[in-house]
């Protein structure tokens, strides 16, 4: 995960870890909502889990799924909870995720100078990155 692909302190990566909560959802389940405020990252264990976009008409446009090992929700911990372009996020499976708040994030990492700095350095970054994205309207692939 690009957030803490520098934290090399293993005491502080455990202290995240620690936090992370084992969470299920049935299939079909709304993960999170569209235009909600995000307030944690999600790490799937098992299962499968769609994006789904509001497009023309008011329909729901299904923009990608991912499944074990992979995460979202990653954005919001720089943008106040705000996701890069808002979306829904559904459980096409059953799914086993780990949530780990923002807030337990940023508690831990503000603790030690050197990786408040590399936060906010990164904050910077990722808020740049989103009014791009803001600007042009849409990601290419």
């Known amino acids: 995960m690009p957030t803490f692909r520098n934290v090399t302190d293993h005491e502080i990566l455990e202290a995240i870890a620690s936090k992370a909560v084992l969470t299920e959802y049935k299939k079909d389940a709304i993960i999170s909502p569209n235009n909600k405020l995000f307030t944690h990252i999600h790490i799937l264990q098992s299962g499968k889990v769609s994006f789904f976009q509001k497009g023309s008409f008011n329909f729901d446009n299904k923009t990608g799924t991912i499944g074990s090992g992979f995460y979202f929700g990653e954005f919001g911990l720089y943008n106040n909870g705000q996701p890069d372009i808002p979306y829904e996020a559904k459980a096409v499976t059953p799914v086993k995720l780990f949530k ?6 940023r508690e831990i990492l503000s603790k030690n100078t050197n990786y408040k700095k590399y936060f906010a350095e990164q904050k910077e970054i ?3 990155l989103i009014k791009k994205i803001n600007r042009k309207g849409r990601i290419e692939s």
């Open 100 to 105: 780990i708040s923002y807030k337990d994030i």
């Open 126 to 128: 990722v808020t740049e």
